[in-house]
Every structure is written in structure tokens, then in C-alpha cells.
């Protein structure tokens, strides 16, 4: 604008950002292709929402995505992301979200850029500390149990995640 203005003093504001794009696989509840932006509500299972501003973060795609199943391994995720200027290559990195639950090791959330993919791996051996990851927002709030065999009313019922059996 210099040819056309005197003095040219030009401001830029980003009115919206674009929302970022990225992958949820594995152990996940509904995995997929989802799209995050800067300002969003997201509705959980139990009906209730949760409201985040900023860069969405590791934890934010897994409650959009529905929480975990109860087979992940939460002290193994893997967030790749695509290298600058490599074309389709990704660096990895492993993610250990049972510190962020049990410890409140925030460096474990990191912030989603476009293209990320995150890996839920499924655990080998039940942890310990299933308890505390049930009640964990993570989790989902409600589980579908089966029941079968010599029962008054057998079929899918909805429970929520902490149902002891003898309820």
C-alpha cells in the first residue's frame, strides 16, 4: 500500500482461527477424524459439558472423542506430528497421562497442532489404579454391561462407570 498511501500503517487482526484437524486412534471411544478449535464446548456422555479456550490439548481431544475404553494404556500414548518440510513424516512422542491424573504432571498435556495423531495403546496388565481412572473425566460416565443367562430382565443395560457388581 505504500504506492497508494502516504503513511501506511496497516493493522492485522485474526478475527477466528481455523479449527485444527487431527486423528484418535486406538483405544478410544469413538475414534477418529475430529476437528478442534480455539473456543469450544464440548457435550460429554453424561450430558455435561466442558468449555475450553485456547489451544486444544491431548485431554481436550480424548473427552471430544468420548473418553477411553477400559482396555488403554494410559502410561503409553502416542502423539506423532508431522515434521516441517518433510513431506509425510512424523516424530513421535510418548505421552504418560497417568502422571497427569495421579500427579498433575501438566507436561503431559501437550497442545494439538493440525495433522496430529494420537495413538491410544492398549494396556497389557489392568493397572492398579483402575479405580482412580474410572473416576477420572476421561472415563466415560456411562458403560453398557450385557447381561445374560438366569436374570429377571437380560440385555444391554447403561450403568454408570462405577457400578459396583453387586448393584
Do not use: H
Request: charged residues 20%.
Amino acid at each position: 500500500f505504500s504506492k497508494e498511501l502516504l503513511r501506511p500503517d496497516l493493522y492485522i487482526t485474526i478475527k477466528q482461527s481455523r479449527p485444527i484437524k487431527i486423528s484418535i486412534i486406538g483405544e478410544i471411544e469413538r475414534p477418529g477424524l475430529y476437528s478442534l478449535t480455539n473456543n469450544e464446548v464440548t457435550k460429554l456422555a453424561d450430558g455435561e459439558s466442558n468449555q475450553y479456550n485456547g489451544l486444544p490439548t491431548v485431554v481436550d481431544a480424548i473427552q471430544k472423542a468420548g473418553g477411553i475404553t477400559q482396555n488403554a494404556n494410559l502410561k503409553k500414548i502416542i502423539l506423532s506430528r508431522r515434521i516441517e518440510g518433510g513431506g509425510f513424516q512424523y516424530k513421535e512422542t510418548n505421552l504418560d497421562l497417568l502422571s497427569l491424573i495421579l500427579k498433575g504432571n501438566q507436561n503431559q498435556n501437550l497442545f494439538l497442532f493440525d495433522g496430529d495423531i494420537i495413538e491410544i495403546t492398549k494396556a497389557e496388565t489392568m493397572s492398579s489404579n483402575i479405580m482412580k481412572l474410572a473416576k477420572a473425566n476421561l472415563s466415560p460416565k456411562t458403560i453398557n454391561v450385557f447381561f445374560i443367562g438366569e436374570v429377571n430382565s437380560p440385555g444391554k443395560k447403561q450403568l454408570t462407570s462405577n457400578t459396583p457388581l453387586i448393584q
